[in-house]
């Protein structure tokens, strides 16, 4: 390929499958060899409020996954330590040189007394010099040998930063205004020329929301100097190349991202709303479970699925709950809700087990929406019975009637003390006229016979579901569910009419239901 293309990178939303992209292609290209640094979003580093320190402790990050991934072979000298398998040998080996220099050294004590033995009979000039010869060889050999290993060794520690002395600190470099990668650039040089990589994939950077460009900015800065530094070292040996797997909202302008990177490659995602379903009824299939859940409620839940990932383990997730299913809880439609709630808001479905959260509040109000639904529907009943009441007092029987009794009224307003003309023009005679129609029209025992449908319908509503108990004028209520010393009230995200369309398709198609949720809710 272009070897002027050395910072990469491979653009897509979450979930879209870049690292799918990315080891795919390694799989095809056994020749090239790949290290994966993966940041994922830990609590421990998004944590962090200084600034500063947050970065660092990314930089820090990524160095620690390059350590643990490079060949101790390939970076002997480096400064980073890292727990190494102890040699045996090689444990046996020094043992056995620093036993010889003790023998050395006691044989060098006693020279009189050895000096004396090679005066005797039993020891000839000849063999006493070689001995003494080979031993002061062998003595000085195996010095040279071990004062090397201490350089060595002493080379590849961390250089003194500071010395504490009595009054006061003195310092030996000022770190304090530099970036992880900055402090430790020779031993981070080292490492990326020496490692023997084609390339190194930063996946998941863009998970830390508040991760600095100063980050992205410094790791481009490493792959240039590492690369000027390979070709000092064989102009021959081929760069090495930073691959970043990133979403397109870490840079707020697209010159940032054109400056940034050599080359990029956009992910079009497997799968979004529009396709999800197919996906889903594909993986059902397979698992021979498809038939087993409504089309219906596949078909609308899709439409809030958009990642791959999700969905197959969602599918994974079911095949193991529904073998699990008791005689008594056998809707794998309500199964399927619960999964794709647990998967989707893994922290409320947590507080549902233990009774708390959000659509634990929002199911709880069953009860008072029946209460509510109760009183109105109640409050209809007396209105139809004040209405038949009003009719059948009526004395009237025509309009015609009414008419002879208004002009009457007008006339001769002295001999009606109840009302004045206007007032009972404008009070009266509008229910008079009413009952007089309904009468004619015969409402009164369509009257009777809402009142009756009515009180059925009074009679069963603590009965019904919390599905057929919402509607428009109570909606709001139900899923604007906020609760004092609750999770959910502190946590707005579900209650975002945005983000809550799955609750209420859940709840409205009665997919999770009060009555029946906790039957399934003891699987997990």
């Known amino acids: 390929g272009n070897e002027d293309l050395r910072n990469i990178a491979i653009t897509g939303n979450f979930g879209s499958g870049k690292s799918s992209v990315i080891r795919s292609y390694a799989e095809k290209h056994k020749d090239l060899s790949f290290i994966y640094v993966s940041l994922a979003h830990f609590e421990g580093v998004s944590g962090e409020t200084d600034k500063e320190n947050y970065d660092v402790n990314v930089e820090e990050k990524i160095i620690n996954h390059l350590v643990q991934q490079i060949p101790l072979k390939n970076v002997p000298d480096s400064g980073f330590r890292i727990k190494r398998t102890f040699n045996r040998w090689g444990g046996i080996w020094l043992a056995i040189r620093i036993a010889m220099l003790f023998c050395i050294m006691a044989y060098l004590n006693s020279w009189a007394t050895m000096y004396e033995l090679q005066n005797s009979e039993i020891w000839s000039w000849f063999t006493g010099t070689i001995v003494t010869a080979s031993i002061l060889c062998v003595g000085f050999t195996d010095t040279v040998s071990l004062i090397y290993s201490i350089v060595k060794s002493l080379n590849t520690r961390k250089k003194i930063k500071s010395l504490k002395l009595q009054n006061g600190t003195l310092e030996f470099s000022d770190q304090s205004e530099k970036s992880y990668f900055d402090q430790h650039l020779d031993e981070i040089l080292y490492l990326l020329s020496e490692a023997k990589v084609d390339a190194i994939v930063f996946e998941d950077i863009d998970r830390f929301e508040e991760i600095d460009l100063k980050v992205l900015e410094h790791l481009r800065e ?303």
Request: hydrophobic letters at 35%; glycine letters at 2%; charged letters at 30%.
């Open 222 to 524: 490493l792959c240039t100097l590492a690369n000027d530094r390979i070709r000092i070292i064989d102009a021959k040996r081929k760069p090495i190349r930073f691959i970043y797997l990133i979403g397109d909202h870490v840079f707020e302008q697209h010159t940032d991202r054109t400056k940034f990177f050599d080359y990029m490659i956009p992910v079009i995602p497997v799968v979004d709303a529009s396709n999800s379903y197919a996906k889903m009824r594909e993986f059902f299939e397979k698992s021979g479970d498809y038939e087993k859940l409504s089309d219906r409620f596949l078909r609308g839940l899709c439409l809030y699925l958009d990642d791959l990932r999700t969905i197959k383990n969602i599918v994974n997730e079911f095949q193991i709950y529904n073998s699990k299913l008791s005689r008594t809880a056998k809707d794998f439609n309500q199964l399927l809700a619960l999964i794709v709630y647990k998967n989707i808001y893994p922290d409320d479905f947590s507080d549902l087990q233990q009774g708390r959260g959000y659509l634990n509040g929002v199911l709880s109000q069953k009860t008072s929406i029946s209460e509510t639904e109760i009183k109105r529907v109640e409050t209809e009943i007396d209105e139809l019975k004040k209405k038949l009441e009003t009719i059948n007092k009526e004395t009237l029987v025509s309009a015609a009637e009414l008419e002879a009794v208004s002009k009457e009224r007008q006339s001769y307003p002295n001999r009606f003390k109840d009302y004045s003309y206007n007032e009972w023009i404008n009070r009266v005679y509008p229910i008079r006229s009413e009952s007089i129609k309904a009468r004619s029209d015969n409402d009164s025992q369509k009257i009777r016979t809402s009142i009756v449908e009515k009180q059925k319908v009074l009679t069963h509503i603590r009965n019904r579901h919390l599905s057929d108990l919402i509607n428009d004028s109570n909606e709001a209520t139900v899923f604007g569910y906020k609760k004092e010393n609750d999770k959910a009230a502190e946590d707005t995200s579900l209650r975002d009419k945005n983000d809550n369309q799955l609750v209420e398709f859940f709840i409205k198609n009665g997919f999770i239901d009060e009555t029946t949720y906790r039957d399934y809710i003891a699987l997990f």
